[in-house]
């Protein structure tokens, strides 16, 4: 961890101290960092305790990559997207994923069908995460 993302993680566990638990949960998973200090829903305090008390972890050599399409480094609006295309047969998975040895909020898809995670971005670890419904304003 360099100085910057130091000083970020720091403040930002002193301001959401409910995100320790989670720090401590992927690193015993494994990598060194937690990318943790984005504003974003996967940082908010219910999604955080939901995400502990329901959150799986799948190895990511299960993972079928598909990048035709796809934008890099917008898997929340490709996970979306998929799921839009595909209704009954994909669902969006929202949580953290491991990159190197780096934890970074994430969204991928689970093919239902194949029993299998679809990623959009590029390859990753691991996922710990947990399956998410198309909000109203996601759905159009």
């Known amino acids: 961890m360099n100085a910057i993302q130091r000083e970020k993680f720091d403040a930002t566990l002193l301001t959401k101290p409910f995100l320790q638990e989670l720090v401590t ?5 494994g990598g060194d960092l937690v990318v943790c200090w984005n504003e974003d829903e996967c940082t908010t ?8 008390g329901v959150g ?41 994923a491991l990159s190197g040895g780096t934890w970074v909020p994430h969204s991928w898809v689970w093919d239902i069908k194949e029993s299998s995670i679809v990623e959009t971005t590029c390859e990753r670890k691991a996922y710990f995460g947990m399956t998410m419904r198309l909000s109203r304003s996601e759905k159009s």
Do not use: D, S, W
Request: include cysteine; aromatic fraction near 8%.
């Open 25 to 29: 949960r992927l690193l015993v998973i």
């Open 56 to 96: 799986r972890v799948t190895n990511g050599k299960t993972a079928r990559l598909r990048f035709k399409g796809m934008e890099p480094c917008h898997c929340h609006e490709n996970a979306i997207r998929l799921m839009r295309k595909h209704p009954g047969r994909y669902q969006r998975e929202l949580g953290y």
């Open 45 to 52: 305090e219910g999604f955080v305790l939901t995400l502990l």
